[in-house]
């Protein structure tokens, strides 16, 4: 396994507008990120992944870009940007920026082109299709695909009498990535951005650059090849890599929902020279129902751990790499979705750390995880700002589904969970604005802000320093082979790091009981390395005894 340094990194990701208000405008800034960097540092993390920055009409928070060559200004000037990448190089902490472009704003000046006549020079930057008419000549949209957000992905412009796709928002029109125009202006401006120091990009929806030239409908039990992993992903990813990714000393890491492991290895394999990771988005999704995200079901640990461990298996394949996280900017807070953000907030927090550290691939922790925030509760649809939850709530309000229910799988697994204010410290809105925040903050930031988690030595925020600080100082971490142990046991996630001599025998109890288990005979337990607990339970000739949510970290010999 080749050596590189975005696989021995821990990210940290910055959702700017929700991380630190400095200006009192309600809504995060660079400048605000600027005064935190020591927080940063502290931490240990050494990437940061920050959301989008760019010029944005903010339908959906920064992913609908109307410039990608200029700042948002709810989040300052490009000054600002500039001093924020130099306080991070300043102080070893590596940038990757967050490249959009699937989709642009309408408001884009190549949208706004566009969609004026079907010869402007601009028409092929985005996907335009006739209508369709059913029988009666009622017009149609030209495929029956939905949008992310609600809707059909189609929207009628009746200036030119043509339907644009839009597979998020209609504010996002698709890019037409057919047209090589097109991709060689994503191209420049990557390099751009390169040229300006930055150390690579997190991609957005990136499998679905590629569309299928048929444009067929979606239908019922078939194979559909639709706007997913397009006949022509690979290809342009190649590409893309052949003109900038390749020629600077970047990291990449493409978010990538429905992917198989095939397609996967595809994208990430040594040899392929597409991308060095991407994110697959099976775990995120468990606990999804038949009926897609808003149909809430109970999960189980043995599918996590099946879902870790092909994954995992897929990547030695084809000596690619993977990335190990259980939140970002888009799913609930780990703790209320993995843990439990109740009685055993901080032990659960703890636990989910020594899993996200001790795994191979690159770990990512979201803002707020290293203190265990939780998921919030909101009993008033208004008080919502995302507009997948929006959209959403009108769309099955007016086909009669009951408020509560909606509400209850909001709350569950809804965006805006992870998207409500740092919680920095115990004074008003968590010391996030002096002025009224964008997003409503938790109301339990009295309890769980960072002020406190700093001054108080067991906290989830020292938990983590030590497991970064852990990871950081062991090749084994790292690149040591993952073997999991116990595969059918329902509490307890185990298994061994295997590094020549540097070996580590990781056990987790994902539940709230206390459980015992036998360890398989051949495996030594050495020294603990890191406990949650101080008072763990015990262990006697591999057998052990785990209280509620412990983890613990051994020297193993196997
Ligand atoms: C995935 C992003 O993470 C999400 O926040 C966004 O809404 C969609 N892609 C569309 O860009």
């Known amino acids: 396994m080749k050596r590189q340094w975005w696989k021995e990194g821990i990210v940290y990701q910055i959702y700017p507008r929700s991380f630190r208000d400095s200006n009192g405008d309600g809504i995060g800034d660079c400048r605000g990120i600027i005064e935190k960097l020591d927080y940063l540092k502290e931490l240990g993390v050494n990437i940061i992944w920050l959301n989008p920055v760019y010029k944005s009409p903010n339908d959906d928070n920064g992913y609908d870009i109307s410039d990608y060559q200029d700042m948002m200004d709810e989040f300052g000037t490009m000054a600002d940007w500039e001093e924020l990448l130099e306080g991070l190089h300043n102080r070893g902490i590596k940038l990757i920026m967050d490249l959009v472009v699937n989709h642009s704003s309408d408001e884009h000046q190549w949208f706004v082109e566009s969609r004026k006549s079907k010869d402007n020079p601009y028409r092929d930057y985005y996907i335009w299709k006739d209508p369709k008419y059913d029988e009666n000549g009622n017009r149609m949209e030209p495929t029956n695909w939905p949008a992310a957000f609600s809707g059909p992905a189609w929207e009628y412009d009746e200036e030119t009498e043509q339907y644009y796709l839009h597979l998020f928002s209609k504010k996002q029109p698709d890019l037409n990535w057919e047209n090589p125009k097109l991709r060689e202006e ?71 929902f429905g992917v198989s492991l095939e397609q996967g290895q595809d994208l990430v394999g040594a040899d392929r020279k597409e991308l060095d990771m991407i994110f697959q988005m099976e775990h995120v ?44 900017h888009d799913q609930p807070r780990s703790v209320s979705k993995f843990g439990n953000d109740k009685e055993y907030r901080v032990e659960s927090a703890k636990m989910l750390a020594t899993f996200t550290l001790t795994l191979k691939g690159t770990p990512y922790i979201y803002q707020g995880e290293e203190i265990g925030m939780t998921n919030i509760e909101i009993d008033d649809i208004n008080d919502y700002r995302d507009l997948e939850i929006l959209n959403h709530y009108k769309e099955a309000i007016a086909k009669g589904e009951s408020h509560d229910k909606l509400m209850e799988a909001y709350n569950y697994k809804g965006r805006d969970n992870s998207r409500t204010p740092m919680q920095w410290d115990d004074s008003k809105n968590a010391g996030f604005t002096a002025g009224t925040p964008w997003l409503k903050v938790n109301p339990n930031y009295k309890e769980i802000n960072v002020k406190k988690a700093m001054e108080n030595k067991d906290s989830v925020f020292h938990y983590y320093k030590d497991m970064i600080a852990l990871r950081k100082n062991n090749l084994g971490m790292v690149y040591g082979e993952y073997r999991p142990i116990l595969e059918e046991d329902e509490k ?67």
């Not at 048929?214 to 239908?219: G, Q």
């Not at 999804?288 to 994954?311: A, S, Y």
């Not at 101080?534 to 970290?553: D, F, H, Q, T, W």
Request: charged share 30%; hydrophobic share 35%; net charge negative.
């Open 492 to 558: 307890i996630y185990s298994y061994l790091r295997i590094y020549g001599d540097e070996q580590y025998l990781v056990v987790l109890n994902f539940s709230k009981d206390s459980v015992e288990c036998s360890l398989p005979k051949d495996i030594e337990i050495g020294d603990l390395v890191i406990s949650n607990y101080s008072n763990r339970g015990e262990i006697l000739e591999n057998k052990m005894k785990l209280k509620p949510y412990e983890a613990g970290v051994y020297k193993a010999k196997i």
């Open 285 to 328: 999704c468990l606990g999804e129902g038949p009926k897609g995200k808003w149909d809430v079901m109970p999960w189980k640990l043995t599918q996590l751990k099946e879902i870790i461990g092909k994954w995992d298996r897929a990547l030695e394949e084809c000596d690619g790499w993977g990335s190990q996280f259980l939140m970002n």
């Open 186 to 256: 994503i191209y420049s401006m990557m390099n751009w951005w390169f040229e300006k120091g930055i150390d690579g990009f997190r991609m957005d929806v990136i499998n679905l650059i590629s569309k299928y030239p048929e444009y067929e409908d979606i239908e019922d039990g078939k194979e559909n090849k639709t706007f997913m992993n397009g006949p022509r992903l690979h290809e342009f990813l190649k590409e893309m890599n052949q003109n900038c990714i390749s020629k600077h000393d970047v990291m990449t890491v493409g978010e990538c």
